[in-house]
């Protein structure tokens, strides 16, 4: 069954660069109140800025090999990003209100990325498993970016409400509706189940399970545990690393008979 399409191809390109500035400006915006929770000076925000608003797109592009990533193309993009860094550096939320801009605006980018990145994909020739891939990096790109040059975790690797999964989620939605004959459709259904995820993640606390509370119960994981505590104590016992590093038989109560006693008999023989 093919759905009804509300856009003609020129509209789906159109609607597609559209909300591909509009994430732009918001993950700009976004980097921006991190350098200033940061006290980065301007040039500062500029660059935290420029990589959250286009570092995704244009790690999209680069792997897409379609021709030179967008935002290097386009003269709208640069300007675009420098103008939501601007905004975060002169303007003064309240904690209040950011924290409702915030999550409206992180939920937001990601519904608009995926369907950006999946359209992108699709004008490339490829098929829906590439689709899928690129609309989630083009989702969580320019974020991991930002995080790592920061030197802070990167929210795509969890500790935290639904991110990476959602622009999974959203990027299929999207790819579905497409291969339905309505991509227009899949553009309203990907941001809005975004945005329903993303405040339900935020808001009651939604999300993956996590591998904290399980550790490896072989022998060599309980080595390595031993191991990781020693150093942290800084008491380092010879016949434990030994044990780490190389395999070897054990004599008397738990040690390992080392590679010089040979040598010494050898020695001794000689």
Known sequence: ?????????????????????????ASALLG?????????????????????GLGGGMLRDTLL????????VDPLYVPVAIAGALIAFFVSFSELTWDRLFTVLDAAVIGFW????????????????????????????????RDLLLRRVPAVFGGNALYATVAVAASAVMVIASALGSPSIGI????????????????RGWGLPNGREWQPKSTLGSLLRRGRSLRRSRVLRPD????????GRRTG????????????DSSLDG
């Open 253 to 264: 109560r738990g040690s390992v008979r080392e590679e010089h006693d040979t040598s010494g």
């Open 1 to 25: 069954m093919v759905l009804m399409n509300l856009l003609s191809v020129d509209g789906l390109a159109v609607v597609t660069n559209v909300l591909d500035l509009a994430g732009v400006f």
């Open 65 to 72: 090999q379609n021709g030179p990533p967008v935002a290097l």
């Open 188 to 203: 309203i259904a990907a941001i809005a189940l975004s945005l329903g995820l993303r405040w339900g993640a935020v808001r």
């Open 114 to 145: 995926a369907v950006v990145g999946v359209q992108r994909t699709f004008d490339a020739g490829l098929d829906w498993p590439a689709a899928i891939i690129m609309g989630t990096i083009t989702a969580v790109g320019g974020g991991a970016m």
């Open 240 to 247: 434990a690393l030994r044990l780490l590093r190389r395999p």
């Open 32 to 52: 921006g109140s991190i350098a200033r929770t940061m006290d980065f000076d301007l040039f500062g925000f500029l660059v935290v800025g420029f990589v959250s």
